[in-house]
């Protein structure tokens, strides 16, 4: 691949931006090191990279203008997952977008051994560069509260388990395959995951259903249905293509249920989205009670954007004997991975230079 030198965005002054790229979301956290506790900026943008590469620089180049007056002196690159054929293919492609832009000695990363690496080094060891957030996440909130938690992430795609224990991190993964197998990643979130895929086998009435594979409905128009998220938190593509209005959601849910019958009742299929709500928080509420007896933990820390749908859940059920919302802990901030790597990396710098 090839590395473009540019004067573009050069950086010259103080701040740093984490870069998140993800399969459809891309987030954005700008911080003063001196005071990474109050972010300057956040921004969740919806960019599906593997169906549009080729509006990728067009993106950056308008975000990168719309900073230019925050003084950005470093550029942190990280990615929640591989969204390319490799994770080779993934860095070198975002390589090749942001340097059009950024002076490659302004970009760094952050690797799944907690460290900060040059754009050499990442692009050596690229396995250790993808999927590395979720360290962040565990060490960036133990640095906020010095507790032993369970940290749970509830975001648009997935549900990351994070043990947290005398400022280590239990959990001996590496990799998003080995949290998988470890039961530390789950794909249920709030936005992204094909309601279907929920409870594939749905009962209702007394009968059972077996639920179409192919992506009719999503986790978003559940949570659209049962008004937990509102239509601006809608913020990627429909399955249909259509609205993202409540009256759309519940068309989307009827063609998942292969309802063709204009006339059926509509407090029918709002009952029906609240038993998938239910369903999709009780599968989460499961592995939060499989880790905390495995890791010998009490408190729970949820974050991500979907921790109130979740904390009000098990607020409810009353079954955990201590429930912190990450907005308890910072409230000028949203604590996620991109964030943590800002508050981890502003904190270093700071204690190296006292």
Same mark, same amino acid.
């Given at each position: ?8 965005? @050069? @950086? ?18 700008? &911080? ?7 972010p300057l900026r956040f921004e969740r943008i919806y !960019?599906?990279?593997? $169906? ?12 990168? *203008? ?9 550029? /942190?690159?990280?990615? *929640? ?12 492609? &975002?390589?090749?977008? &942001? ?17 900060? &690496?040059?754009?050499? $080094? ?12 979720? #360290?962040?996440?565990? =060490? ?15 975001? $648009? ?14 959990? +001996? ?12 990643? !789950? ?13 594939? #086998? ?7 259903y077996n639920l179409p594979s192919e992506n009719r409905?999503?986790?978003?128009? /559940? ?17 249909? +293509?259509?609205? #993202?209005f409540k009256e759309d959601a519940l068309s989307r ?31 989460? %509420?499961?592995?939060? *009670?499989? #880790?905390?007896? =495995?890791? %010998? ?12 749908? !979740? ?5 409810? +059920? ?10 308890? /802990? ?22 190296? %230079?006292?």
């Amino acid at each position: 691949m090839t590395v473009t030198h540019t004067e573009g965005f @050069s @950086s010259t002054k103080e701040n740093i931006a984490v870069l998140d790229f993800g399969t459809s979301i891309m987030k954005i956290v700008i &911080v003063d090191p001196s005071n990474p506790e109050e972010p300057l900026r956040f921004e969740r943008i919806y !960019l599906p990279i593997r $169906t549009k590469r080729e509006e990728m620089e067009g993106v950056l180049k308008t975000l990168l *203008r719309s900073y230019a007056d925050y003084n950005i002196r470093k550029f /942190i690159l990280t990615f *929640r997952n591989s969204f390319l054929s490799s994770a080779k293919e993934t860095l070198e492609f &975002v390589i090749d977008s &942001v340097t059009k832009f950024i002076r490659p000695i302004n970009i760094i990363f952050y690797s799944i051994d907690g460290e900060f &690496v040059n754009l050499e $080094t990442a692009l050596k060891y690229p396995d250790k560069i993808i999927a590395a957030g979720w #360290k962040a996440l565990g =060490e960036g909130i133990w640095k906020l509260i010095k507790q032993d938690v369970l940290i749970v992430d509830f975001s $648009t795609r997935t549900t990351s388990f994070i043990p947290v224990s005398e400022g280590k991190i239990l959990s +001996k993964s590496n990799s998003d395959h080995e949290r998988m197998k470890n039961n530390e990643l !789950l794909f249920y979130g709030v936005l992204e995951t094909n309601a279907a895929f929920v409870q594939p #086998k749905f009962e209702y009435g007394g009968e059972l259903y077996n639920l179409p594979s192919e992506n009719r409905a999503l986790t978003a128009d /559940i949570f659209l249905i049962t008004e937990d998220i509102q239509t601006p938190d809608y913020i990627i593509e429909t399955p249909d +293509k259509k609205a #993202k209005f409540k009256e759309d959601a519940l068309s989307r849910l009827k063609d998942m249920l292969c309802i063709l019958d204009e006339n059926f009742d509509e407090f029918e299929l709002i009952k029906i989205a609240h038993l998938f709500k239910t369903r999709l928080l009780e599968e989460i %509420n499961q592995n939060i *009670r499989r #880790k905390l007896f =495995e890791n %010998n933990l009490r408190k729970i820390v949820l974050t991500g954007i979907g921790s109130n749908i !979740l904390y009000q859940y098990l607020k409810a +059920k009353d079954e955990h004997d201590e429930l912190i919302q990450a907005t308890d /802990i910072i409230r000028t901030a949203e604590i996620n991975p991109p964030y943590c790597i800002a508050y981890i990396y502003a904190t270093r710098k700071m204690m190296a %230079n006292v």
